[in-house]
């Protein structure tokens, strides 16, 4: 009988298609792995699924049954991809199933700053509109995404299914490209100084690599529209944290909403919770690709690499 373990399955939370898994073989399921644990739980397995716990040459080489190991991500780094194919083993990762989830995150990233809702729901909420005479209150301003010029760092599947939603709303849309691959006729390719001075609100959608660490800096930021806005729901490490809370503070741009971070989660004393004007910082714990759907989608694309590679149970196979 094939042998599957799921070293990290709190990290896709609760999803109907876990248990489709009972369907290829033995199906254990650990909510996190360890380190020291890592190679105990894989040795006697065919494959092993796994999201950010680490699969290494010592833990490879402890495995000598194999054959599969299914990254519940996008990202493989966390495996030693040479050593694993030096001994036979497949890696497969899962690709654009979060496209959804990511975009619609980021609008609502944007229209939470652009429409002040935490200002105004903490408004209602403590009773300051109850007390006023007139039907309406006008605060701080709300501001529109139509007219403005929306401007992508990253035009793979989720950032160019974040600039139709721009164009829905009646942006321009614009981009840049660390690698150059990402072209689109649709859409004006600027340079990365070009596209943040002459921005409303850049939305960051870019893989980490040698080419976007560090990408954007205090010198970037201090160039920006001071009315502008950034979104990150790509990778923490683009942009560099103590210099956008810093650009904040010191009013650069009017706004930022944040779903990653360099190093996760974070700690009380990063450059974000200690922010002095915290209203215009908006933070969420990395959960831009974790709507409900695609989490399914995920893990139904997870069981399908199992099925391709390594197949299914043939009769008889289960008793």
């Known amino acids: 009988m094939m042998k599957i373990v799921f070293l990290d399955a709190d990290t896709v939370g609760e999803t109907s298609r876990l248990s ?5 073989g033995a199906f254990t ?5 360890l380190p020291e644990e890592t190679a105990g739980r894989v040795k006697d397995c065919d494959v092993v699924i796994t999201n950010k716990v680490r699969i290494d040459r010592q833990v490879l080489d402890q495995a000598p049954g194999l054959k599969l190991i299914c990254v519940a991500a996008t ?8 050593y694993a194919q030096q001994k036979g083993i497949a890696v497969k990762n899962v690709e654009d199933y979060s496209t959804h989830s990511v975009a619609q995150h980021t609008f609502a990233l944007l229209l939470a700053l652009l429409n002040q809702v935490r200002y105004y729901d903490d408004y209602v909420r403590k009773g300051a509109y109850g007390r ?5 209150h006008l605060g701080p301003p709300v501001r529109e995404i139509n007219g403005k010029r929306f401007a992508v760092i990253g035009l793979g599947s989720i950032g160019r299914q974040a600039a139709a939603i721009a164009e829905a709303f009646g942006a321009g849309v614009v981009y840049y490209s660390s690698s150059g691959k990402d072209r689109h006729d649709r859409y004006q390719r600027l340079d990365l100084d070009e596209l943040l001075t002459t921005a409303d609100i850049v939305s ?19 160039t920006m529209k001071k009315s502008a806005m950034l979104i990150n729901t790509g990778r ?18 009017a706004g930022a909403g944040i779903d990653v971070f360099t190093e996760e989660p974070i700690g ?25 759907e695609a989490r399914d989608r995920l893990m139904q694309q997870v069981y399908r690499h199992i099925e391709e590679e390594v197949g299914r149970p043939k009769t008889g196979d289960r008793s």
């Open 268 to 292: 009380a004393e990063h450059p974000y919770m200690t922010l002095a004007k915290k209203e215009k910082l908006i933070l969420t714990p990395h959960i831009a690709w974790t709507s409900q």
């Open 20 to 24: 489709q898994f009972n369907n290829l």
């Open 29 to 33: 399921v650990f909510p996190h792995t």
């Open 236 to 253: 923490g490490g683009i942009v560099n944290e103590g210099d956008l809370a810093r650009a904040l503070d010191e009013d650069l741009i």
């Open 204 to 222: 960051i959608h870019a893989p980490l690599h040698e080419k976007t660490e560090n990408l954007i800096t205090y010198r970037h930021l201090s």
């Open 132 to 136: 006023q005479p007139l039907f309406t």
């Open 75 to 82: 990202g493989t780094n966390t495996i030693d991809k040479a």
